[in-house]
Every structure is written in C-alpha cells, then in structure tokens.
C-alpha cells in the first residue's frame, strides 16, 4: 500500500453514491507535507517528458497542481468553470459534467496561456467519469499544444474514467485507484499497482 492509499485509509470517508470524501486532506483542507509527497511521486513518473506547464481545473484541483509544478519549476495554468470581468481575448471553451456536483460547466482558459509551444502535464485531485479530463485535453488539443501525461490522486477504477482516458493513447498516472468501496463497513479496495496500472 503506498502513501496515499494509506492515508485514504486512515481519514477518507466512504458515502452513499459511491462518495469519497478525503476533504479532511486533500480537497478542502489540504496536508501540504502529502501534497508534496505527491508531486515528487508525479515528477518521477513524468521524468522522461518535456513539461513547461501544469493544467487542471477549479478548485479542487489547483492546490495540487502548484505543488506538481513547483517539483516541475513550470507555471500551473487552470481552467475556470465561470465567466468574469477580468477574463479577456479569445478563450479555450469546453464543456464538461461534474460527477460530484451533477451540473455541466462550460471551462475557459485564455488563449494567451497555452500555445502550441506548450507541454502540458494535466492534473486532478478525482477521476471517475472522465470528463473533466477529456474536457482538458479538448483545450490543450484546441490549442496546438501537446499533453505530455496527466496525473491524478485518485481514480475511481470502477467507473469508466481511467479506461477511457487510457484508450485514447494518453500514459495516465493515478496514485490510488480504488476498485470498489464499501459504505456499510467503510472498507475502500485498491487495485494492486506496479509497472502497469
């Protein structure tokens, strides 16, 4: 069992739904020392690829995303879920589905923050349905830049996420990827990991 599984296992509550609520660590308050972990855990499984950026989505994502980048020394760009005043020129648009919250969201990234110059790591703190990430890769595709990888904390591998992002010919990397949970005993199964996931 590696560090994040572990962790998972001492303070991660399993809900009804299929819910698994690690926001004690990781998605509200966040344990910088594990954050940190994982970065160093992202850089050595992206150390073969030429990253000059980190891309994810808000707002769970980005406290990750800068630790990611600080290991990486490259900035962190992340998709907005909502328009503002202070967003400007032409924009990267993609629609994507919260399997947490249940709604569609139109992303946004400014054009000016991604180019085809770009080698884009993408990070997330959850992957189940996968589309958050597909919504991602539209964007850096849109773009002309190249996704290099895309790292995640947790994958849910009972759902069709992973294997979908996977198919698609992207070398994805989830710390802990829970195959099933139990919600009357509050046991949380892991799929064994080694070379290959």
């Known amino acids: 069992m590696n560090f994040l599984e572990e962790r998972i296992v001492k303070d991660g509550i399993v809900k009804e739904g299929n819910v698994l609520k690690v926001d004690s660590f990781l ?39 800068c630790i990611v980048a600080e290991h990486f020394d490259v900035p962190v760009v992340f998709a ?7 967003l400007d020129g032409e924009m990267y648009v993609a629609e994507v589905e919260s399997f947490t919250h249940k709604c569609k969201n139109n992303v946004i990234v400014s054009q000016k923050f991604l180019s085809e110059d770009d080698h ?14 597909q919504g991602l890769i539209q964007i850096v595709q849109s773009s002309g830049a190249t996704v290099e990888g895309i790292g995640i904390a947790i994958e849910k591998g009972f759902q069709s ?8 010919g992207f070398q994805l990397e989830s710390l802990a990827i829970v195959d099933g949970m139990d ?12 070379a290959e996931n």
Request: one cysteine or more; hydrophobic letters at 40%; proline letters at 0%.
């Open 27 to 65: 998605n509200h308050q966040m344990d910088i020392k594990l954050l940190n972990q994982m970065g160093a855990e992202f850089k050595k499984r992206f150390a073969d690829k030429n990253i000059n950026k980190i891309l994810t989505i808000e707002a769970s994502g980005i406290g990750i995303a």
């Open 80 to 86: 907005k879920k909502s328009q503002s005043i202070n």
């Open 120 to 133: 884009v790591l993408i990070i997330d703190d959850f992957l189940a349905n996968g589309c958050a990430l």
């Open 183 to 194: 919600v009357s005993t509050g046991q949380i199964f892991f799929r064994e990991q080694n």
């Open 161 to 168: 996420g992973g294997r979908i992002i996977r198919n698609l």
